[in-house]
C-alpha cells in the first residue's frame, strides 16, 4: 500500500547516515521522503516506485528493514493493546511526579502506586514484590514514593503503610491503607498479584507469542 511505502521512505531516510551517502543518492532519498501534493502532477504524488528507487531501497537494507518491523510491531502491540508498555517500577520524587502520572498517563493504562516509608514493616517486602509483578504486566504502570516525598506525609503515618493505590485515566479504583494485613505475615509477588485480581484491577497477561515475534526480529 502506499501509505506503507510512504513511512518505509520517511523511515529509510532517518534511520541512514545521509552524510556518509553519495550526494546523487542523498538526493534521491529527500525526494523520495518530501511530501507530495496529489494534485498537483508535476509532484509525482501518484507515481510508482521508480528502478532507481527501488534499487536504492534495497542496499543495505536488511538492518534498516529489521528495525522497522520491529517498530511496527511495537507500534501494533501498544495499539492492539490499548497502550504503552513499561519496564520496572518507577519511582517518583515528588507530589508533583506523582500528580503527573495519574493524570497524563494512557487513558488505559493502569497505574499502581505504592507508598511507603522505610523502615517501616512490610514496605520493603512489597517493593520487592511489584518488582517481580512489573515484568508480569508491562501494560500496568507500578510506582512508588515515599511518604515524605509525596508531600502528604501527614495523612500516610506509619499506621497506614505500606498503601497501594490504583488508577486508571485519573480516576481512583482502589485505595489500599496498610495493605499488607490484608496479607499474611509473610507474603510474596503471587499474594500481591492475587489480592490486586481480587478487585479486578489487573489486566490479562500478556500473550508470549507477541514477545517471542519481537524476539525474532533482533
Request: with cysteine; net charge negative.
Amino acid at each position: 500500500p502506499k501509505g506503507v511505502i510512504n513511512d518505509w521512505r520517511r523511515f529509510k531516510l532517518e534511520s541512514m547516515d545521509q552524510e556518509s551517502l553519495p550526494p546523487a543518492k542523498r538526493e534521491l532519498l529527500r525526494q523520495m521522503s518530501s511530501p507530495q501534493n496529489p494534485n498537483d502532477p508535476r509532484s509525482g504524488g501518484n507515481r510508482k516506485m521508480s528502478f532507481q528507487e527501488y534499487e536504492l531501497l534495497k542496499e543495505e537494507d536488511e538492518g534498516c528493514l529489521k528495525q522497522y518491523r520491529k517498530r511496527s510491531m511495537k507500534e501494533m502491540h501498544e495499539k492492539l493493546s490499548f497502550g504503552p508498555k513499561f519496564e520496572g517500577v518507577h519511582d517518583l520524587d515528588s507530589g508533583e511526579a506523582f500528580l503527573e502520572v495519574i493524570e497524563k498517563e494512557h487513558h488505559s493504562t493502569v497505574v499502581v502506586v505504592h507508598i511507603y516509608k522505610a523502615g517501616v514493616k512490610g514496605c520493603e517486602e512489597l517493593n520487592g514484590c511489584l518488582d517481580c509483578l512489573a515484568t508480569e504486566y508491562p501494560t500496568v504502570k507500578f510506582c512508588r514514593i515515599d511518604a515524605v516525598s509525596s508531600g502528604a506525609g501527614e495523612r500516610f503515618s506509619d499506621e497506614v503503610l505500606p498503601t497501594l493505590l490504583v488508577y486508571k485515566a485519573g480516576e481512583l479504583l482502589g485505595n489500599f491503607l496498610a495493605c499488607t494485613q490484608r496479607l499474611n505475615e509473610e507474603f510474596f509477588a503471587t499474594d500481591v498479584e492475587a489480592f490486586l485480581n481480587g478487585y479486578g484491577l489487573l489486566p490479562e497477561k500478556e500473550v508470549p507469542g507477541m514477545e517471542d515475534e519481537e524476539n525474532d526480529l533482533e
